[in-house]
């Protein structure tokens, strides 16, 4: 063993690699992971303004054979502690469960809720986006917020978070967020789903709040009544099956009309049976309609990723590159790779927690070098199999 710094020329070059690739993970890619803690602290902080008006609200809930979960659901909805006028409206999509049961007892404790159905011949054309359209057209009031019955909300407060942004007639739109329950998933690669979801959500997150909004989390979004029509519903994507939650709105949106809420109480859960394979079928939706909004901090994700990945394996290369018996070598790796690789693993950590994902540390680096590779077996499959995105199947 010895320690020796005059080093070989492909060794500098490798080491000066991965130096690279590591400020591109500093300055591009952790500022993105840190985004969204940042602006929930921000929400967090920001008072509730008690001489502000509350606009009256129009709550629509899509319901589809979930009977069990909607009770729990309508119940939280129709508690809501909001100063303003508001409905909540399900729109029941065939069900046939007992969903009809559980809004008329409900309905006779609160006449603010309503039901109504989608037509039982409509065929070749997304049943969701046909439900959100005509719970829109049923709404009475000037702002409405989508969510389901597989969406719980768990403060009395969520409507007033959601809502008070709109007292800046600005604000035509409000992305809140809605997160699986990390102690519900309890199947094997829960910590991968966990991780890939957060990270899809980081990325959206991260560019709504740098002005540039391309999606919203279905469950949790509040946007103007009248932005709906003007953008003649879900027109420009009937013949697929997703997209409300991504091409219409990025059709609405843009960065001066959105607000991104992400404090505490506006943060809605999924409440499902199956949670893989309800995560598996929500990144394949996404990952197929993605193709129609915005790419570009679906990129600097992915090529954060990627820089991740080089600066470690050119540092490790680097030393190699040294002999294996120089210390020097070695030591410059080790302050490289390491470097990375924590920053990575607490950034990714403090978010997750942030945002109510998984708690995880050491498996973090790994899932994040990685993301790339099952993006792309996700594009792969939404290539062989496209046909599952289309209305006409």
């Not at 409405?144 to 959601?162: G, N, Q």
């Not at 809502?163 to 035509?172: K, L, N, V, W, Y």
């Not at 992305?175 to 199947?187: E, F």
Request: glycine content about 6%.
């Amino acid at each position: 063993m010895y320690f020796n710094p005059d080093i070989s020329t492909s060794a500098y070059i490798l080491f000066g690699i991965s130096l690279l690739a590591l400020v591109f993970v500093f300055v591009f890619y952790l500022p993105q992971v840190r985004s969204p803690r940042r602006r929930k602290e921000e929400c967090r902080a920001m008072a509730d303004d008690g001489s502000a008006r509350f606009p009256d609200v129009s709550v629509i809930v899509y319901a589809h054979d979930n009977s069990d979960n909607l009770e729990h659901a309508l119940t939280n909805l129709l508690k809501q502690d909001y100063p303003g006028g508001y409905e909540v409206i399900v729109v029941n999509e065939g069900s046939s469960d007992t969903t009809l049961s559980v809004v008329s007892m409900l309905k006779n404790t609160y006449p603010n809720l309503y039901l109504t159905y989608t037509p039982d011949g409509a065929r070749s054309l997304s049943r969701k986006k046909l439900a959100i359209t005509i719970g829109v057209k049923a709404a009475r009031n000037p702002v409405v917020v989508i969510t389901d019955d597989a969406t719980v909300v768990r403060s009395t407060r969520w409507l007033r978070k959601m809502m008070r942004h709109f007292a800046d007639p600005a604000t035509e739109v409000v992305l809140g967020l809605s997160m699986p329950s990390p102690k519900k998933d309890t199947a094997w690669g829960r910590r991968r789903r966990a991780f890939d979801f957060t990270a899809s959500a980081v990325t959206w997150l991260s560019a709504a709040i740098a002005g540039h909004p391309y999606r919203g989390a279905s469950g949790n979004i509040a946007f103007r009544r009248d932005k709906f029509f003007d953008n003649k519903g879900f027109s420009s994507s009937l013949n697929l099956r997703s997209g409300d939650d991504d091409i219409f709105i990025n059709e609405i949106t843009d960065g001066s009309n959105t607000v991104v809420e992400l404090s505490p109480e506006a943060t809605t859960r999924w409440n499902i049976y199956n949670y893989r394979a309800s995560i598996t079928r929500h990144r394949l939706s996404h990952e197929f309609t993605g193709r129609y909004v915005p790419h570009g901090r679906r990129v600097l994700m992915a090529t954060g990723e990627v820089m991740f990945s080089a600066s470690v394996i050119t540092a490790l290369a680097g030393a190699i590159a040294c002999g294996a018996a120089n210390i020097f070598g070695w030591a410059v790796a080790a302050v490289l790779a390491l470097t990375g690789i924590t920053a990575v693993a607490a950034t990714w950590r403090k978010t997750l927690i942030a945002l109510g994902s998984r708690r995880m540390f050491l498996s973090l680096p790994w899932l994040a070098a990685t993301r790339p590779a099952r993006n792309l077996a996700l594009k792969v499959r939404c290539l062989l199999f496209p046909g599952k995105n289309y209305t006409w199947n």
